[in-house]
C-alpha cells in the first residue's frame, strides 16, 4: 500500500486527534514551513489531517501525484517512498512511534531503503 490521501475527511481539529489517538497514534500539531524535498522513507507510520494549506505528495512507486488540499486526511505507511511540496501548511500528525523515536535524520534518503 502506499501514500493515499482522502479529500474532505476532516470534519474538526478535536475530531481529528480523536480520531488518531484511537488508532494508537501519537499526536501532535505541526506547522510545516513551505517544502519542496526529494524521495525519502520514513521507519514509521504516519497519517495526518490537513488544517490549512496544502500539500502534493509523490508516491514514487506508482508515480502517482496526490494533491491534499485543507481537510484531507493523507496516509503514509513505513517504508514508502514518497516526496512532497508546498507552499505550507499546518497539520495534526499521527505517527506510530513517539517523535523521541523518530531518528535522525527523520526523512530518510532513498537510496538506503
Known amino acids: 500500500m502506499g501514500v493515499s490521501v ?7 481539529e478535536a475530531e481529528a486527534e480523536q480520531a488518531l489517538a484511537q488508532g494508537g497514534m501519537h499526536v501532535m500539531k505541526l506547522d510545516v514551513p513551505a517544502v ?3 524521495p525519502h522513507w520514513h521507519h514509521f507510520d504516519a497519517q495526518f489531517y490537513i488544517l490549512s494549506g496544502s500539500l502534493q505528495l ?3 512507486a ?3 501525484v496526490l494533491d491534499a488540499p485543507a481537510g484531507s486526511k493523507v496516509t503514509v505507511p513505513a517504508r514508502t517512498l514518497h516526496a512532497e511540496r ?3 501548511y499546518s497539520i495534526v500528525l499521527g505517527t ?3 517523535a523521541e523515536e523518530f531518528g535522525d535524520p527523520v526523512n530518510r534518503p532513498a537510496e538506503t531503503l
Open 36 to 38: 519542496e524535498n526529494d
Open 58 to 60: 509523490t508516491d514514487v
Open 62 to 64: 506508482s508515480g502517482r
Open 6 to 12: 482522502a479529500v474532505d475527511a476532516l470534519g474538526s
Open 86 to 88: 508546498s507552499a505550507g
Open 96 to 98: 506510530s512511534v513517539a
